[in-house]
């Protein structure tokens, strides 16, 4: 081969090689700005009388009587200040919203002096919720809700933890068939944006896209209410929501 020839085919094979290292670089994609988020701080109020609990009777099985050793215990379906200040309330934003990961910490929910507890918590859609049974007896724990989260299962033994994984938003109640009484709701969400009303009705909903959105806020005595609140960016929205005291129907 000539000296030319070489030169020549030398020549062409920077040309080719740079061509090459020019067409690898990607085209540069424009940064991802942050959405802007705001919270929203509520309280949930009741306007009216505030309704007396029934006690619970609780003489007919031994293991519940010495449960709680004789004391006198009501239910809980009205938690209430004097003043209407309103717990267990599970308030919810609703809407559709960017995905996030669904936390690895299991909600849970203990059947104790043959009450339930927590009685409200919120879940979201495949997170854990486990229930356990901390009485000296029989348990059983029986979810109510669509087909697909229904169940039903046995904790005879103290100690015993049972996991379900709810996948259907809603509100899923569960009871004890052997204790009638025994109630608790779980509200089941898919995103981050809902909480329960604490004692003094209270409740805040934190890193929340800006924008204007319904609120829905459900109790298992006095029904669903539904109100409106806006979210501007790193600002906080005040909301707060009324519940009239007359008994709604109720899910049991």
Known sequence: MTNSLIALVLAAGVIVATGCRKGSDAPTQPPTMPVAQGSVRGHVRLEGPVPENETVRMNAD???????????????SVIASPD???????????GAFP?????AEPVSIDQNGCMYGPRVVGVRVGQTLQVRNSDDGLHNVHGVSSDRDAFNVSQPVKGMVN??????????RLKCDVHT?????????????????D????????????????????????????????????????????????PASSPR
């Open 62 to 76: 031994p293991m519940c009587r010495n449960a709680v050793g004789g004391r006198r215990v009501v239910d809980d």
């Open 84 to 94: 209407g200040r309103l717990a267990n309330v599970f308030v919810e934003l609703v």
């Open 99 to 103: 995905g996030t990961p669904v936390p």
């Open 163 to 172: 996991v379900f994984h709810p996948q259907e938003p809603g509100i899923l």
């Open 181 to 197: 009484w025994m109630v608790a709701f779980v509200g089941v969400v898919n995103h981050p944006f809902f909480a329960v009303t």
């Open 199 to 246: 004692k003094d009705g209270g409740f805040v909903l934190q890193n929340v896209p800006a924008g204007t959105y319904d609120v829905r806020s459900w109790h298992e005595r006095f029904g669903t209410v539904t109100s409106s609140v806006h979210i501007d960016s790193a600002r906080v929205a005040d909301l707060e929501v009324v519940y009239q005291s007359h």
